[in-house]
Structures are given as structure tokens and as C-alpha cells.
């Protein structure tokens, strides 16, 4: 499990890739649940912050097809947003990752 906090430096692994900083929705629904979890707040909470149903809240934790709008007022309701990064490999990384011992 991960919190929000931790979604740029998540690794996806699905179809053998490594994606910095790429979740699926399946994904991004779990790590909002485990933060709404970590603030002490009920889907209920949530929904009601949004004004919407709880079970539209509940569906975006399953990674099912959520609106734009669903998703940002929920992650809103809980103080959150979203960031948008680039997910190219800088220079300097490759320089790690190729690095070869002595």
C-alpha cells in the first residue's frame, strides 16, 4: 500500500515496464483510499464534502470510470491535488542506472 504522497515515486510494473511515476486508475483509487484511510475519513465524509454518492466515491477507489470532476473534488476534499511531471528519464538518472562498479 501508498499514500498520495508517494505517487512520483511510485513504479508501475504492468506489461514488464518500469513507469516512474505512473499509476492506473486500479492504483490512483488505492492510494486515495489509503490516504482518505489515513485522515480518519469515511467514504461517506468524502462524498459528502463532494456532494456526491458515496457510491461514486467507493467507484473511484475500485478504479472504475470516475468523472474528471469526481476525482478532483474528491482528492480536494481530502487537501490534495495533482501534479503533472515529466516521466522522461533525466540524463543524470541514466548516469545511475548505467553506472558501473569498480
Known amino acids: 500500500m ?7 515515486t511510485q ?13 492506473s ?8 483510499r489509503a490516504e482518505r484511510k489515513a485522515q480518519g475519513r469515511s467514504l461517506q465524509w ?6 456526491l454518492r ?3 466515491i467507493a467507484d473511484l477507489e475500485a478504479g472504475k470510470n470516475v468523472e474528471l470532476f469526481t476525482l478532483m473534488a474528491a482528492l480536494n476534499a481530502l487537501g490534495k491535488g ?5 516521466r522522461r ?3 543524470d538518472q541514466l548516469r545511475d542506472i548505467f553506472h558501473e562498479e569498480d
Do not use: W
Open 2 to 8: 501508498f499514500a498520495m504522497e508517494d505517487i512520483s
Open 11 to 23: 513504479t508501475n510494473t504492468r506489461f514488464g515496464e518500469s513507469k516512474p511515476g505512473y499509476f
Open 25 to 32: 486508475a486500479s492504483e490512483l483509487g488505492q492510494a486515495f
Open 46 to 51: 468524502v462524498a459528502e464534502k463532494c456532494k
Open 54 to 56: 458515496r457510491q461514486t
Open 82 to 86: 495533482l501534479l503533472i511531471t515529466d
Open 89 to 91: 528519464v533525466a540524463l
